[in-house]
């Protein structure tokens, strides 16, 4: 019997996280959906908590197409923002 791993052996090279947010006070947070039936109510939930954890602003941006990468726009738009979530809501 041959047993194969089917992880990538290759390893992310130059990546840096972020440092994580002290606080959402005064921060502007950005969703971005993929507009499937199960992110709206997450999402809403969602940013009901960040405005009480003191979260100034909340933008929302809803992918084109659920399938592909973000829109350039949207790529663009993010750089101005101090956080965003993501998710998939099949």
Known sequence: MKVLDPTNEMKATGVVLSPRLASFEG??????????????????????????????????????????????????ELTNWHAVFTGVGD
């Open 27 to 76: 921060m502007t947070v950005g969703i971005i959906t993929n507009a499937k039936e199960g992110t709206k109510g997450y999402f809403t939930h969602l940013e009901r908590l960040l405005r009480e954890q003191g979260a100034t602003d909340v933008v929302w941006r809803e992918k084109s197409n659920y399938s592909a990468p973000m829109d350039a726009h949207i790529v663009q």
